[in-house]
């Protein structure tokens, strides 16, 4: 079955830097694009960033432009978020998983599996 496991999370200062990756297993990783998603205390869960099957091509939400980036390993079946200049608006649950939907100026995905994994804890305070 789909397994998605997130780490690289912590405690870090505003201006700070963190880089989060996700190991994914159980499903075709290089045939599908990949996406990290957020979900603050209280909101809905939002797509932060999306790469295609082979990296070539990415797409960020308007929030986190220019300071985050992210990358994937096919051989390695892992997705990275480089998460830079953070801010306390970026504390959240982080997520990855394969977007599914209407993705605005990147492409319509479909995501066969409702699994998602148990997320990583980024909290940016002073």
């Known amino acids: 079955q789909v397994q998605l496991v997130e780490s690289g999370g912590g405690l870090v200062q505003p201006g700070g830097s963190l880089r989060l990756s996700c190991a994914a297993s159980g499903f075709t990783f290089s045939s599908y694009a990949m996406s990290w998603y957020r979900q603050a205390p209280g909101k809905e869960r939002e797509l932060v960033a999306a790469?295609?099957?082979?990296?070539?091509?990415?797409n960020y939400a308007d929030s986190v432009k220019g300071r985050f980036t992210i990358s994937r390993d096919n051989a390695k079946n892992t997705v990275y978020l480089q998460v830079n200049s953070l801010k306390p608006e970026d504390t959240a649950v982080y997520y990855c998983n394969a977007p599914t939907g209407r993705v605005a100026g990147f492409g319509v995905f479909l995501r066969p599996w409702g699994s998602w994994g148990q997320g990583t804890q980024v909290t940016v305070s002073s």
């Open positions: 790469v295609t099957s082979v990296g070539t091509s990415t």
